[in-house]
T-cell receptor
């Protein structure tokens, strides 16, 4: 069965500095991986997804993630943090259930704080 | 744009009440999901449905049931609400190839059981 681990529950950065949110996954086959963001009192929004095409995936708002099979990692990065990036981020792996629908398995979430 | 609508943003119910959480999607998606979100635990899957009248248990189905009589609507039922079911509930939908397609989420229902 698939699982996903977000290595940091909280990350704090200063505005204008790089962001790194770490995610490791386990999968018995080639996975589909996603990053979602949740701003306070708002719904979940897709940032980016990896589905076995290019290993470097670009998403919205300047975020990108690199799929590294050898390290079973899918870390999320951004070169320069903005105050509006403060939110909770979820790394997600897709698991094929018995009905082959692709259940989404969520990590525990990482809260990103951006300081002025 | 895909829209997933949950009927209530906030609900307060009493212990022992039967509670219905409703979710409607407008994109003809085959898959629909119910998650609960708790601090430090991320989102945990309660139930999902891959077709009308079809359902499958997720990771934490105890104390919950679901109903999908129409493709666009997926209901979560708490047969007898308890305080440990106080949580944020999120509904989602996706296309049939859910492993590769994006899931779209509703705004969530914050349920408090007193």
């Amino acid at each position: 069965a698939q699982s996903v681990t977000q290595l940091d529950s909280h990350v704090s950065v200063s505005e204008g500095t790089p962001v790194l949110l770490r995610c490791n996954y386990s999968s018995s086959y080639s996975p589909s991986l996603f990053w979602y963001v949740q701003h306070p009192n708002k719904g979940l929004q897709l940032l980016l997804k990896y589905t076995s095409a290019a290993t470097l995936v670009k998403g919205i708002n300047g975020f990108e993630a690199e799929f590294k099979k050898s390290e079973t990692s899918f870390h999320l990065t951004k070169p320069s943090a903005h105050m509006s990036d403060a939110a909770e981020y979820f790394c997600v792996v897709s698991d094929r259930g018995s009905s082959n629908t692709g259940k989404l398995i969520f990590g525990q979430g990482t809260t990103l704080q951006v300081k002025p | 744009d895909v829209k997933v609508t949950q009927s209530s943003r906030y609900l307060v119910k009493r212990t022992g009440e039967k509670v219905f959480l409703e979710c409607v999607q407008d994109m003809d998606h085959e898959n629909m999901f119910w998650y609960r979100q708790d601090p430090g635990l991320g989102l945990r899957l309660i139930y999902f449905s891959y077709d009308v009248k079809m359902k499958e248990k997720g990771d934490i189905p105890e104390g919950y049931s679901v109903s999908r009589e129409k493709k666009e609507r997926f209901s979560l039922i708490l047969e007898s609400a308890s305080t440990n079911q106080t949580s944020m509930y999120l509904c989602a939908s996706s296309l049939v190839d859910g492993s590769r397609s994006v899931a779209f989420f509703g705004q969530g229902t914050r349920l408090t059981v007193v």
